[in-house]
């Protein structure tokens, strides 16, 4: 490995690291979000009763969506781990990989072990590098069910939407509810894809 594949990988990994930070902070906050709105939503059809007893359906689904989106969040942070623990590995073998070759080419016959050294470690660096590649498609798994998530709860906000229109006099709150949601929704479906995107670019 050259120095310019060295300070790609390092690259690399602390872009992975960096879009990772980002991208757990801000669906952090965007959960906790849609969790205070759907609750939001329960909460008013409490206050208007009857009159809104069509709504709490939805309502219902607003705040069961937001606990699945919760779950589904915590199984990606589950198979993000691993991919940045097996990244940084590789990129620890590849750094010793470097020094050992610098020492090898100083190097004259009075080391005979140095090659098996070497051996080893680009070895060690491909296993990582193979662990790295599955723990990548076990986390693109997780994001597709995240993804399969939102799509649910996506469906419940038209939903929402469309009994809001219908309900008259007591339509402009649920309006503003399902809006609220609606944009909610939209912020995690772009948080989702600007990750998915930037991890794609890094890792192949």
């Known amino acids: 490995m050259n120095d310019q594949s060295l300070d790609t990988l390092r690259r690399d990994f602390i872009a992975v690291a960096d879009a990772t930070y980002a991208f757990q902070r801000a669906l952090k906050k965007r959960l906790r979000e849609i969790d205070r709105k759907a609750l939001n ?5 409490k206050r208007h009763g009857k009159e809104l007893a069509g709504y709490g359906v939805v309502a219902q689904a607003f705040r069961e969506g937001a606990q699945a989106m919760q779950t589904a969040a915590e199984q990606v942070q589950k198979f993000i781990n691993p991919l940045m623990l097996h990244f940084m590995e590789t990129l620890r073998n590849a750094q010793q990989m470097d020094s050992l070759r610098n020492i090898h080419d100083a190097a004259t016959a009075d080391c005979p072990s140095l090659a098996e050294r070497m051996r080893q470690h680009a070895d060690m660096q491909e296993r990582h ?3 790295s590649r599955r723990a990548s498609l076990a986390l693109n798994s997780a ?12 469906y419940v906000v038209v939903n929402g939407r469309i009994e809001a229109a219908l309900k008259g006099a007591v339509s402009a709150p649920l309006a503003q509810v ?10 995690v479906q772009e948080l989702l894809r600007t990750y998915r995107e930037q991890i794609e ?3 192949e």
């Open 129 to 131: 590098a193979a662990v």
């Open 41 to 45: 939503a329960q909460v008013l059809v």
């Open 201 to 203: 670019r890094i890792i």
């Open 143 to 154: 994001l597709d069910r995240f993804q399969s998530v939102i799509a649910e709860i996506d």
């Open 178 to 187: 399902s809006l609220e949601m609606d944009r909610s929704i939209t912020g």
